[in-house]
């Protein structure tokens, strides 16, 4: 499978193991391979496919 992480710009991991990401009104929902979700306000920057990388512009 291909499953990313997920870092802030200040280069925290926010989360492994991601295979789904969608944006809804401001909130950028992850899902992992178990299912679990996790919701972050703010917007994505980047996604590198390659990599399995993403990162996110949290506000707080």
């Known amino acids: 499978m291909c499953e990313s992480r997920v870092y802030s ?3 925290e991991l926010l ?3 991601v295979v789904r990401m969608k944006v809804e009104e ?3 929902k992850l899902w992992d391979v178990l299912g679990s979700l996790k919701e ?3 917007r ?3 996604i590198d496919l390659v990599s399995h ?4 512009e949290v506000c707080l």
Do not use: P, Q, S, Y
């Not at 990388?53 to 996110?56: S, Y």
């Open 26 to 28: 401001g909130l950028v």
């Open 44 to 46: 994505i920057l980047e």
């Open 53 to 56: 990388k993403a990162v996110l």
């Open 40 to 42: 972050i306000r703010g």
């Open 15 to 17: 989360m492994e193991d």
């Open 9 to 11: 710009t200040r280069g």
